[in-house]
């Protein structure tokens, strides 16, 4: 219903004082028609000289009067009470050529104590007049009469024609909620709870829609972070969109419904506004979808929504840009699974193409320049012709680097020199590198210098080593999978180590007690045999306590029993954790040219966890190095040391 604004305080306050005390006043009683009760009453009291506070009202009758102002000779008519009834009332009461009033036959009189009625009522309507709501208060001071009911419905038609309320034209279930109530007085012989209802509803009305173009795909940018900081690096440049997503809706116009308040006013809704109609036009991309209140604009593909010209919308895939800086895009985010192929022209030795700071995001991302400090790089697939800054970062599933310096994750990454950056992938193929840290399951260089950390989980081959102070390490944790698997059989065979800590305690507690008791239980089981022999019942205390003495013994097996399973368990685990490395005896160093000085080959066991390193001297002709182990229980191991591939 809203909000209710309530209406007639005045009168209840008036009302409240003259209960207190009867005032003596001349007044000769007045019984007239009228369409205004309030204003008829203050023109009463002033023919008499009367306070129009000390005066009340009964109404004695009413009658509904209506005209239709589209006759030319309209006159009004009367709309009796049948009539009401009959109406088709939606068509007749939102007709906006009808009018409405009503005339009250009424005695104006002195007001006077209400003796038995002594109900707290108020009426309360909404803004538009269209509810119309009356609240009664709890009470313990009401009791049943027989003119209860009649009372009530005469209180409430006078605070409703007060506050200008047809009566009997929009009441609906009036008259059924207050013979609830009235029966709730009688059996209760109080009012136990507030009551509320309504006394009058009306048409409400429905507003018209204005059309309107809502940009599903802009509402997904956000310059703001997840702490409510704008982030100013972000311009939306590329705003990405996935196949079958609403990227635009075209609200339609719609015309409102008109309403009549429950004053019998006509209320007429304005005339919609269209503005935006026919003004998105789309390629071939797009999916339009026309519904009854709307157009939805949907995309037929993955990648941006690209604004060809004004008013022309269109998906694309591809995006040239000559920098990407804070003064030019800002951070471009197109994600990484919408097919977006970003290029990024710049290729000056001089300048960066992708700007300190930024973050790039795309399937697909071509940089034919350089990537500055604290850049950020998301992509599928990744080239870069230029050189990675130290404290760059790039995430991709492919990548090709000219010169890398910076820190980059990916699946295969190619580089063509390493200059003291970080790489961690599956595959690694560096043509050239002077320094850095390399992690990944295969690595192969072609020429390999000096000061380089290489860990790897199956092969390390280099083509040519020239440089001096490299370690190479066989290290299975370097795959994540591995290290996951290892750390869940470690945190099993713990939990069973605990285990089998505190079981044996519970057996031994057990078996004491077993022993402690056994003569005494063999003793109550000969009693009980000669019961049995006598035909005789034995006492309860004795098959309870053999019942005992059973089940202490079948807890004591249990117990026993899960020391061997879980004794088993953690062989089987233990022998898990063995077999897990064994793929480092698969593993292979291979250096195609002879050693270096101060090189360093170290195969990194986890059962038990122990290093074992190779130190080749300069000039020694080892092809592959490799570790297996010496005995069947991998208890003690060697590094293999071969001369020819």
């Not at 999916?287 to 690209?306: F, H, S, T």
């Amino acid at each position: 219903m809203g909000l209710f604004a309530k209406l007639l305080k005045k009168d209840r306050s008036e009302d409240t004082v003259q209960e207190k005390r009867e005032v003596e006043i001349e007044f000769d009683n007045v019984t007239l028609e009228t369409e205004n009760i309030l204003n008829t009453i203050k023109d009463v009291a002033r023919s008499q000289k009367v306070n129009p506070s000390l005066l009340d009202f009964d109404i004695l009758d009413y009658k509904t009067f209506y005209k239709d102002d589209t006759k030319s000779d309209a006159q009004w008519q009367e709309l009796t009470k049948n009539n009401i009834v009959n109406l088709d009332k939606e068509k007749f009461f939102l007709n906006p050529s009808i009018y409405l009033k009503q005339i009250y036959n009424i005695t104006i009189r002195k007001k006077e104590p209400k003796e038995h009625f002594t109900l707290d009522l108020t009426v309360a309507v909404n803004k538009l007049f269209t509810k119309v709501t009356v609240n009664i208060k709890k009470s313990d001071n009401i009791h049943y009469y027989s003119k209860l009911e009649q009372d009530l419905l005469d209180e409430i038609n006078k605070k409703k024609v007060k506050a200008g309320i047809m009566l009997g034209v929009f009441e609906g279930s009036l008259s059924r909620e207050v013979k609830k109530i009235v029966y709730k007085i009688k059996m209760d012989k109080m009012l136990k709870e507030d009551q509320s209802f309504l006394a009058c509803e009306g048409f409400e009305p429905e507003r018209s829609i204005d059309d309107r173009i809502i940009f599903h795909y802009k509402s997904k940018f956000k310059k703001e972070d997840e702490n409510g900081r704008v982030d100013h690096t972000k311009k939306g440049v590329i705003l990405p969109v996935n196949k079958g997503e609403v990227i635009i809706e075209y609200i339609k116009a719609k015309k409102g419904v008109n309403g009549r308040n429950c004053k019998g006013k006509f209320i007429r809704v304005k005339e919609p506004v269209e503005r935006y109609k026919d003004m998105i036009e789309v390629t071939e991309n797009i999916e339009v979808k026309e519904e009854e209140d709307r157009i939805l604009y949907i995309a037929k593909k993955n990648g941006y929504v690209n604004q060809i010209k004004r008013g022309v919308y269109d998906i694309g895939d591809k995006m040239e840009v000559g920098v990407v800086n804070l003064k030019s895009t800002g951070s471009i985010e197109a994600g990484t699974d919408t097919d977006v192929k970003l290029h990024i022209k710049d290729k000056s030795v001089f300048n960066d193409a992708v700007g300190p700071g930024m973050q790039i995001e795309s399937s697909h991302i071509n940089i034919q320049g350089n990537v500055g400090s604290g850049a950020v790089l998301k992509a599928n697939d990744l080239v870069i012709g230029g050189q990675t800054h130290q404290n760059s970062k790039i995430f991709t599933k492919t990548g090709k680097i000219n010169v890398h310096r910076g820190k980059v994750e990916g699946k295969e990454i190619l580089i063509n020199r390493l200059e003291g950056g970080y790489v961690e992938a599956d595959v690694v193929k560096i043509s050239q590198a002077v320094g850095g840290h390399i992690k990944a399951k295969k690595i192969i260089v072609k020429q390999l210098m000096s000061n380089s950390k290489l860990s790897a989980s199956k092969l390390i081959e280099i083509k040519e080593l020239k440089g001096s102070d490299n370690k190479f390490f066989i290290d299975p944790t370097v795959e994540r999978d591995f290290v996951q698997k290892r750390d869940d059989i470690k945190k099993e065979i713990e939990r069973i180590k605990n285990l089998l800590k505190t079981l044996p305690q519970k057996g031994l507690q057990k078996q004491a007690l077993i022993d402690k008791n056994r003569d005494t239980i063999e003793s109550i089981k000969k009693k009980i045999a000669e019961y049995e022999a006598l035909n005789r019942k034995p006492p309860a205390t004795f098959t309870d306590k053999v019942e005992k003495f059973e089940k202490l013994k079948e807890s004591y097996e249990k117990i026993q029993e899960q020391i061997r399973e879980n004794r088993e368990l953690l062989a089987q685990k233990e022998k898990e954790l063995v077999d897990l490395q064994k793929s480092i005896f698969k593993a292979r160093v291979v250096v195609h040219s002879p050693w270096t000085d101060f090189n360093e080959v170290t195969f990194r066991l986890i059962t038990p966890p122990k290093n074992l390193t190779y130190y080749p001297d300069k000039g020694e002709d080892v092809k592959i190095v490799y570790l297996k182990p010496k005995d069947e229980e991998h208890k003690d191991f060697e590094i293999v040391k071969r001369r020819t591939l």
